[in-house]
């Protein structure tokens, strides 16, 4: 049974301001005023998932100066993750800052703002720089969410997760770089056509392996390459298997269960002898 009863109470601990999400979903609870309702009172929170251990955890990003840019990967030719590395490749990379991965084979990159600076939320960010559609829609696929967000380890009913990353956490969150806040803020955009590479981030690589995907012939291969993967770069148990899981799901088809288990099971084996090297 999920209980997020101690991961609300941590983050009231740390500080931050933090409201329920309706179970197994991004939905703020019924009457409820989502992301207005959010505090740090500890009896407040307590008495929220006291009622319910199972409720979502959503962060209120504004109270703490937060932004966070959501990568995601939408079905009409939108890939935020794509379409970041060519923002990279044109400015810079990310600084190292905390990261999740989304239920939806997305990624969040969590950033905080200088003091009086203000951002927008926006849906299909950097219209100048990658379109839109014919309704107008920014077709980027990247988000800028500045309100509330919900955070791992909320789960959705199908049971993928919000999943934090490289072993940071809230307290890891970087400054936003500069390249990015002023085109945020209407700074004059590049175009982006013909772009050089860029060496790819721990977050990065690990995202495209989980999302690469094999097929038939493939697939312990696939599984058992990532969990060394995982491993050597030092990603613990719990982890370790939520990602495993996210990942067979991209297979084609997918392994049962009991497959997986095993591959993960032989790998941490390994792992403590010694005798995983990664790739």
Same mark, same amino acid.
């Given at each position: &049974?999920?209980?997020?009863?101690?991961?609300?109470?941590?983050?009231?601990?740390?500080?931050?301001?933090?409201? =329920?999400?309706?179970?197994?979903?991004?939905? =703020?609870?019924q009457?409820s005023?989502?992301?207005?309702?959010?505090?740090? +009172?500890?009896?407040?929170?307590?008495?929220?998932?006291?009622? +319910?251990?199972?409720?979502?955890?959503?962060?209120?990003?504004?109270?703490?100066?937060?932004?966070?840019?959501?990568?995601d990967?939408? #079905?009409?030719?939108?890939?935020?993750?794509?379409?970041?590395?060519?923002?990279?490749?044109?400015?810079? &990379?990310?600084?190292?800052?905390?990261?999740?991965?989304?239920? %939806?084979?997305?990624?969040h990159?969590?950033?905080?703002?200088?003091?009086?600076v203000?951002?927008?939320?926006?849906?299909?960010?950097?219209?100048e720089?990658?379109?839109?559609?014919?309704? %107008? !829609?920014?077709?980027?696929?990247?988000?800028?969410?500045?309100?509330?967000?919900?955070?791992?380890?909320?789960?959705?009913?199908?049971?993928?997760?919000?999943?934090?990353? #490289?072993?940071?956490?809230?307290?890891?969150?970087? &400054?936003? =770089?500069?390249?990015?806040?002023?085109?945020?803020?209407?700074?004059?955009?590049?175009?982006?056509? !013909?772009?050089? =590479?860029?060496?790819?981030t721990?977050?990065?690589?690990?995202?495209?392996?989980?999302?690469?995907?094999?097929?038939?012939?493939?697939?312990?291969?696939?599984?058992?390459?990532?969990c060394?993967?995982?491993?050597?770069?030092?990603? #613990?148990?719990?982890?370790?298997?939520?990602?495993?899981y996210?990942?067979?799901?991209?297979?084609?088809?997918?392994?049962?269960?009991?497959?997986?288990?095993?591959?993960?099971?032989?790998?941490?084996?390994? #792992?403590?002898?010694g005798?995983?090297?990664?790739?």
């Amino acid at each position: &049974m999920v209980n997020n009863y101690d991961r609300a109470i941590e983050l009231q601990k740390q500080g931050y301001s933090i409201y =329920p999400l309706s179970p197994g979903t991004k939905i =703020p609870l019924q009457g409820s005023n989502g992301w207005n309702d959010a505090t740090n +009172d500890l009896d407040q929170i307590s008495n929220w998932w006291e009622e +319910d251990s199972s409720r979502n955890v959503g962060l209120m990003l504004k109270d703490h100066h937060f932004i966070v840019i959501d990568l995601d990967r939408h #079905d009409k030719g939108m890939d935020g993750v794509e379409n970041c590395k060519k923002l990279w490749s044109k400015y810079d &990379m990310f600084p190292p800052t905390y990261v999740e991965a989304t239920p %939806g084979n997305g990624i969040h990159f969590f950033f905080k703002l200088p003091d009086g600076v203000e951002i927008s939320q926006e849906t299909g960010a950097f219209k100048e720089l990658f379109g839109v559609d014919e309704a %107008g !829609n920014g077709r980027s696929g990247i988000d800028v969410i500045t309100y509330g967000i919900p955070i791992a380890p909320s789960i959705m009913t199908n049971g993928t997760k919000y999943i934090s990353l #490289d072993g940071k956490t809230l307290n890891d969150t970087a &400054m936003a =770089p500069g390249w990015l806040i002023d085109l945020l803020q209407g700074g004059k955009p590049i175009k982006v056509e !013909n772009y050089r =590479p860029v060496s790819k981030t721990n977050t990065a690589m690990k995202l495209d392996l989980i999302t690469s995907g094999a097929g038939e012939g493939g697939r312990n291969d696939h599984l058992t390459s990532l969990c060394g993967w995982l491993l050597w770069h030092g990603v #613990d148990n719990e982890t370790l298997v939520e990602l495993i899981y996210t990942a067979n799901a991209y297979n084609s088809p997918p392994l049962d269960d009991k497959e997986v288990n095993k591959i993960i099971k032989s790998m941490i084996k390994k #792992d403590v002898r010694g005798k995983v090297h990664g790739s």
